[in-house]
């Protein structure tokens, strides 16, 4: 699906791809992926009263999961499914461990939004000092600052994940320039024809939904044949530092889009796979909280599912460990995130907790009344038709010509393209900088590194 879009995006600029000049503009990859998928109903969201106490204290978490428990039972359910974040999903496992008559039947998530989040973060860690903030600043997306906060450690999540969403589609154009100067001497009849007939009805935009997905699904083998090309293309770029650094970042990238791709089409087994891809990076930069105890644990239990909870298996393979907030397509998000979304963004609403008062009685009416104006809210919205579907925020024109627009500014602030230089040195693209070589070391065989310290942990 990545790689499908991403061809439908570059076909202006592309030499290889004979397709007619056509003013449509394919949308963001997240609404590309709405325009094909099937309407999704939204999940019935309902608050616990709040407990005014740190979520970290032992014996506060223990009452939680007691009171979940019950409330699961009270439901007639026989699993209790709980997620929090790194510290909270820690702590939770100790307690559970401890008191497993109490939770026996208690399955621990590990929240896809935090996860996400310290990804961005380990991605910007790797790719701090590499050009990448400059590139931002020159191309008039954001102030050297924001760039810096982007690539930093306390990296906000939205602006991090469109930064990065802008900037590995403009290095991935690049690579594909690269690509179309090499696959000129080898046979492309394969595939060549049939994605520029896909490529034509996505473009074209007639087919429903449906039709344009089996589409996608029937070039499989073609698109198959293309990725045996790309990738001999990257092997023959294993001698150039600067164009294996930015390959490298486009495969972390794809990694978070993966991620994030699974997660609102609730798929399951895809959102094990990326977390798993997501390890040797999170190790390798520091997050050994993630990287090294919570997510390998993480893993492992949700890999003995099908034999230790198979119907709570079942319902996640149908998608039952993400919700929607309304009526849409491909919008299903992680339980944390939903919490991000509706209780902690309704305590900073105007009507919320943020700077209404220090008085702690009126501080403590609010967390105790909130369950019930939320419910009375959300029939409210249900009434309404609120929460009907609407379009992808990323669908719009103004949106679509806005991102575009960016990439190949994106693309113009670069003076060589990095998958074509021949230096033996890794370069700063915007500064012309050397790295050092035990920097050039690491930086080049991130996941090697990675994937050491995990295997010495085991």
């Known amino acids: 699906m990545l790689l499908i879009w991403r061809l439908g995006r570059l076909i202006e600029t592309s030499q290889l791809l004979d397709m007619p000049v ?5 949308p963001g990859f997240s609404a590309f992926c709405a325009n094909l998928t099937p309407q999704q109903k939204s999940s019935k969201i309902g608050y616990l009263s709040l407990i005014p106490a740190s979520p970290t204290d032992p014996a506060v978490l223990k009452e939680e999961m007691t009171r979940l428990v019950k409330t699961s039972h009270a439901l007639g359910d026989q ?12 702590l939770a496992l100790t307690i559970r461990e401890k008191h497993n008559d109490l939770f026996a039947n208690v399955i ?17 860690k790797i790719m701090r ?19 810096h906060k982007i690539f930093g450690e306390k990296a906000d999540y939205y602006q991090s994940m469109h930064a990065i969403r802008i900037l590995s589609e403009a290095m991935w154009r690049l690579y594909w320039d690269a690509f179309e100067t090499w696959v000129a ?30 589409l996608i699904r029937e070039s499989h083998t073609q698109l ?3 990725q045996d090309h790309l990738e001999k293309f990257r092997l023959s770029l294993e001698a150039c530092p600067t164009a294996v650094f930015w390959w490298n970042f486009i495969e972390m990238s794809d990694i978070l889009h993966r991620f994030i791709y699974y997660q609102r089409e609730g798929n399951w087994m895809g959102h094990l796979c990326e977390s798993a891809r997501m390890l040797p990076y999170l190790t390798a930069t520091g997050h050994y909280k993630y990287g090294q105890q919570s997510l390998p644990l993480y893993l492992f239990e949700m890999k003995q599912l099908p034999e230790s909870a198979p119907d709570v298996h079942v319902a996640f393979m149908n998608g039952a460990f993400v919700g929607t907030r309304a009526d849409g397509y491909h919008n299903g998000v992680s339980p944390d995130m939903l919490l991000e979304q509706t209780y902690n963004a309704d305590a900073k609403e105007e009507s919320g907790l943020d700077g209404i008062t220090l008085n702690v ?44 627009q ?15 230089t021949t230096t033996p040195n890794l370069i700063n693209i915007t500064t012309g900088q050397c790295a050092e070589p035990t920097v050039k070391e690491h930086l080049l065989h991130v996941r090697k590194i990675g994937v050491k310290a995990l295997s010495d942990s085991l």
């Open 224 to 226: 198959m044949n293309l």
């Open 129 to 147: 000092d590499s050009g990448a903030e400059d590139l931002l600043v020159t191309a008039g997306m954001c102030r050297e600052g924001t760039a």
């Open 406 to 420: 960016m990439v190949l500014k994106v693309m113009a602030a670069i003076e060589t393209n990095p998958f074509v």
């Open 185 to 214: 001497e080898e046979d492309t009849k394969q595939w060549k024809e049939p994605i520029e007939a896909v490529l034509l009805k996505l473009l074209e935009n007639t087919p429903d939904r449906t039709t344009q997905l089996l």
């Open 79 to 90: 699993w209790t499914i709980i997620t929090g974040d790194q510290t909270t999903y820690e």
């Open 22 to 26: 056509n003013e449509v503009v394919l």
């Open 361 to 404: 009685a009126a501080r403590t009416k609010w967390v105790y009344t909130k369950p019930i104006t939320a419910a009375i809210s959300a029939e409210l919205k249900s009434m309404l038709h609120l929460n009907s579907a609407h379009p992808h925020h990323e669908s719009g024109p103004a949106r679509v010509a806005r991102d575009s």
């Open 108 to 124: 621990l998530l590990l929240g896809g939004f935090h996860l996400a989040h310290n990804y961005l973060k380990a991605i910007g």
